[in-house]
């Protein structure tokens, strides 16, 4: 069966300082794989989403970066942060554009 | 016209009784349709998706799709307290390799 990992699980952060968020995925081979964005009370927002390594597709333009090294690892980066960038992080896998499935989230807090 | 909206709730039902959550979409192409539940602090899971115009039935839950009026929609019968939770729609517009969610709804079953 698969199964999603996203750590760390919370992480509080200084602005300005840097990001990186890691996602794996087990139990299947080239997935699609998403990141999210939710703010509190907020819906989900789509920030990258790759179709294999090294293909990264930018939905909202800002100073976050998603990189995909393997072929199911999934980064997420920033050099900066804001204090916008709060917020709860969602990776999500799906054989090709069909279901997604989610890992736990980051909950990631800028102070 | 946002392109999946739903209302924001709360949407309050007692023990036992059906709660009906609606979501309606503004992209013709699309394909296929999700329902996730994301309870506080959680990433949302899947409950079910359906394709076909009609009624798909899951336990307790109905997925209705209706293609011609751009709307779908969730029946949870015998609600629960544990049922207490944000319900998302989603939508694959079957190109762009993602979905599109809704805000989501928010159901609080009372006991």
């Known amino acids: 069966s698969q199964t999603i990992h996203q750590w760390p699980a919370t992480l509080v952060q200084p602005v300005g300082s840097p990001l990186s968020l890691e996602c794996t995925v087990e139990g299947t081979s080239n997935p699609n794989l998403y990141w999210y964005r939710q703010a509190a009370g907020r819906g989900l927002q789509l920030l990258f989403y790759?179709?294999?390594?090294?293909?990264i597709s930018s939905e909202v333009p800002q100073n976050l970066s998603a990189s995909r090294p393997q072929d199911r690892q999934f980064i997420l980066s920033s050099k900066k942060l804001l204090l916008s960038d709060s917020g709860f992080y969602l990776c999500a896998w799906s054989v090709g554009p069909d279901t997604q499935y989610f890992g736990p989230g980051t909950r990631l807090t800028v102070l | 016209q946002k392109e999946v909206e739903q209302n924001s709730g709360p949407l309050s039902v007692p023990e036992g009784a059906i709660a009906s959550l609606n979501c309606t979409y503004s992209?013709?192409?699309?394909?296929?349709f999700f329902w996730y539940r994301q309870y506080s602090g959680k990433s949302p899971e899947l409950i079910m998706s359906i394709y076909s115009n009609g009624d798909k039935e899951d336990g307790r839950f109905t997925a209705q799709l209706n293609k011609a009026s751009q709307y779908v929609s969730l029946l949870i019968r015998d609600s629960q307290p544990s049922d207490s939770a944000t319900y998302l729609c989603a939508v694959n517009r079957d190109y762009g390799q993602n979905f599109v969610f809704g805000p989501g709804t928010r159901l609080s079953v009372l006991p």
């Open positions: 992209d013709r192409v699309s394909q296929s």
């Open positions: 790759s179709v294999g390594i090294g293909q």
